[in-house]
């Protein structure tokens, strides 16, 4: 299983708004796009769903841009690739709200497995924060003490 760039930018793109906007200042997406090496014409997509799923909220004006919606140990990498790619399975009769379409459902041996796979992603995504993830930034770039 591969996640598009869709989930993989837009959990970059969120991580660049941990980083760079301090909670309180708007981060201009063009400034995202260059520092991500992200086209802006599609950032402004990926920005688009997280922000009708009230992940991020955006500031018009001059000084406008884009902000966290809520502090970054509140948001788990799993809210924005679920937003952004939808369920993460790896077989659709696994796949949270998605009926289960196979007659052997209940007799397949495989259907475990992609359970336990489903279960086990879930668990990892959903368990690290944004800013876990901007403290691990931090680490690898020297920065623990700012």
């Known amino acids: 299983m591969r996640l598009s760039t869709k989930g993989r930018y837009g959990v ?17 997406l063009k400034d ?20 009708k799923a009230g992940l991020v909220k955006s500031v018009r004006g001059a000084q406008g841009g884009y902000l966290l919606a809520q502090a970054p140990d509140a948001i788990v990498v799993g809210d924005i690739i679920r937003t952004l790619e939808g369920t993460i399975a790896p077989a659709d009769c696994v796949a ?12 397949c041996v ?19 924060t944004l800013q876990d993830m901007v403290n691990e930034y931090k680490r690898l770039n020297g920065q623990e003490s700012m």
């Open 12 to 28: 970059k793109a969120m991580v660049d708004l941990a980083l760079h906007s301090g909670g309180e200042q708007p981060v201009p």
């Open 96 to 107: 949270e709200g998605a009926p289960v379409n196979c007659e052997r459902a209940d007799n």
């Open 32 to 51: 995202i796009a260059d520092r991500q090496e992200i086209s802006e014409h599609y950032l402004e997509q990926l920005i688009a769903g997280l922000r």
């Open 110 to 128: 495989t259907r475990i497995l992609w359970e336990k796979i489903h279960d086990s992603i879930n668990s990892v995504v959903n368990s690290i």
